[in-house]
């Protein structure tokens, strides 16, 4: 990891923070801010990534400056915990307790969305671009880890939203993060994002069974054809094409890269 000069927010020198991305400014001028103050007025409620105790807005500034992609934050000032909350928001977010809304003063460089072109963050959770070449997984409350891999134990487990989906002749499914895939009776093949009701498009193509994971969407047909979907993208995470595969099977599961299922 290399050191990059940020500015701190309030002070009048730069700092070198170990680990930090160009997207945070490298220091300018002395007098330059790295934050500025704004009215709460007309916005949003802020919708933290990422909450931390600290003991003033200027640390609170730190915090946000050191973890991408942290535009913005709101210092709440009457509250002793979790009171620096960091937000992805360019525009800042209001606040019902007694608080500062500061907002970044540089400019948000273009991130390739394309670094999220995978099916790495887990168990329902958010990847989020922080660079060309680097992503965060926003977890959900039930999830922690670097890819939300793991259940919270502190989670109460039964409070997971379950909720009824619409749909009929479903033979096999199987989910994998935030996607769930399915086949029917007669064959037909549906996907799901994110449990939205009454969303299940069909992406074309007969399978009698249907498998996804870290090795990507895998099926099998009826007469043991195996199939694997290319052309997933997190922005078309359906894919665009089956490829048939050398070999026949009845059954065929997903896994990790390199290991046998």
């Not at 997984?137 to 109460?156: I, M, T």
Request: contains cysteine; hydrophobic residues 30%.
């Amino acid at each position: 990891m290399k050191r990059i000069c940020l500015n701190r927010v309030l002070f009048l020198f730069c700092v070198c923070i170990l680990g930090c991305h160009e997207a945070h400014a490298i220091c300018g001028g002395e007098k330059e801010q790295r934050f500025i103050k704004i009215s709460q007025d007309g916005l949003a409620e802020v919708n933290p990534f990422n909450r931390t105790t600290v003991a003033s807005n200027v640390l609170c500034s730190f915090d946000c400056a050191s973890r991408l992609p942290c535009w913005s934050f709101v210092y709440l000032k009457q509250a002793t915990t979790e009171n620096c909350l960091l937000s992805r928001d360019a525009n800042g977010g209001s606040s019902s307790e007694d608080s500062e809304t500061f907002i970044g003063t540089t400019k948000r460089p273009n991130i390739d969305e394309a670094v999220c072109d995978h099916d790495k963050c887990q168990r329902g959770s958010k990847c989020i671009a922080c660079s060309s070449d680097s992503y965060e997984c926003e977890c959900p409350p039930w999830a922690s880890g670097r890819l939300c891999q793991n259940l919270n134990p502190d989670y109460n487990q039964s409070l997971l939203p379950w909720k009824r989906g619409r749909g009929y002749g479903i033979v096999t499914v199987d989910i994998a993060f935030n996607i769930a895939w399915c086949t029917t009776s007669d064959h037909k093949i549906f996907i799901n994002v994110n449990g939205r009701d009454g969303t299940w498009v069909n992406v074309g193509g007969r399978l009698s069974q249907i498998s996804i994971g870290e090795s990507g969407v895998w099926g099998v047909y009826t007469t043991g054809a195996i199939y694997y979907r290319g052309g997933k993208t997190a922005s078309n995470p359906s894919g665009t094409v089956w490829y048939l595969n050398i070999g026949l099977l009845i059954k065929i599961t997903s896994g990790p890269p390199g290991k046998q299922n």
